[in-house]
């Protein structure tokens, strides 16, 4: 017979699962009652951006290795499997695959050495990377050089060749690679890797003296970030249609990193909230007051970012994490038990198993 502590934290499940799958719902149906093509495409800014954003945190806020150059991946990958799709009529979904193993390569290779470096060393690098890398294409005929490279426009919708005339099926697959991206962010967070990357956060010395391979994790977790950045160049190239190398400048870069420390570095789901408040925010000013004051938007960045870091350096979901609207939707909403109850849930369920 089930015990009361067991089914106390069922309930929470289900009432958590409840929660997530209404907010899911209403994301799924904002296409049916939202017509505007301008609003859908800052749903799809959002999904992208934030996406680019969990790949930044995981090096930058699990890991502790702030990266600026994530701009450079994302154009990498754009450009990869462009020339890829235009130049050997390789399948885009296939085309996106090769383009995050060459990003993934490019990173690793590049960043291997690098990683002997530490505090605003590496983040140095990782500038002068992107702007390199940009440079490079800008200089290189093979690249289109500033010209850029354009994927060609057909009549009529192929999924299998990513080209839609609506934005809806953009907007539903941002949301699909979002929701996976961070399905997967999560994954990594709770395994071997997540918790060496936050001991190598925390102390590196000390991760090493325990048996954990400080440059080991941390090639792995550029490795990882710059095949997502990759993943989300090639959404970005088949949504706009058309790339050139002003995708890698180091403004691109900041855009990555203001979500996730907006919304709290140190959690996975922080890149998603900051993304959700920064980016309509910001392109409600581009379009507003653009005219007035060019740039307002990157004037914003600059204004949250010395806000939150003065105020809430933890960001925003640092701050629910120990506020009495968290206690109240945990306990008035979600029914969530005390701790005392999920450690005899979990001694019950060993004692079964055992």
Known sequence: MMSESIKAVRKYHINLALVLGIILLIFILIPVFVKSPY?????????????LSMAWNLLGGMTGQNSLGHA???????????????????????????????VGL?????????????????TLVSIAFGEALRQFI????????????GLPFKKGNSFLD?????????????LAMLILVYLFMKKIE???????LRTIREDEDAAAAIG????????????????????????????TRYIDPELMVQAKSTESVLPAVVGGAAFVEGPIVGGLIMIPLSEFLRAKYSAILPGINMLL?????????????????????????????????LKKPPVEVFEAAEQERRGKEA
């Open 301 to 333: 960045y600059a204004i949250a970012l010395l806000t939150v870091i003065r105020f809430r350096p933890t960001g925003i979901l640092g701050w629910y994490m120990n506020s009495g609207f968290k206690s109240f939707i945990d306990t008035k909403i």
């Open 106 to 122: 490019v990173a690793g290779v590049i960043f291997f050495p690098c990683f002997i470096l530490r505090g605003p060393y590496f």
């Open 162 to 174: 990513f080209r839609f005339v609506s934005k809806v099926p953009y907007y539903y697959i941002g």
């Open 39 to 51: 609003i859908l495409n800052v749903f799809i800014l959002v999904f992208y951006m934030s996406t």
């Open 212 to 239: 954990i391979n400080p440059i080991r994790y941390k090639v792995m977790a550029v490795v990882v970030s710059a095949m997502v950045a990759a993943l989300v160049g090639f959404f970005y190239a088949c949504y």
């Open 72 to 102: 450079a991946y994302m154009g990498l990958g754009a450009y990869v499997a462009c020339l890829f799709i235009t130049r050997a009529h390789v399948n885009p979904w296939i085309s996106a695959l090769l383009g995050m193993a060459v």
């Open 138 to 149: 800008i200089n290189s005929t093979f690249f289109g050089r500033a010209s850029g490279i």
């Open 190 to 196: 709770r395994s071997k890797m997540g918790y060496a």
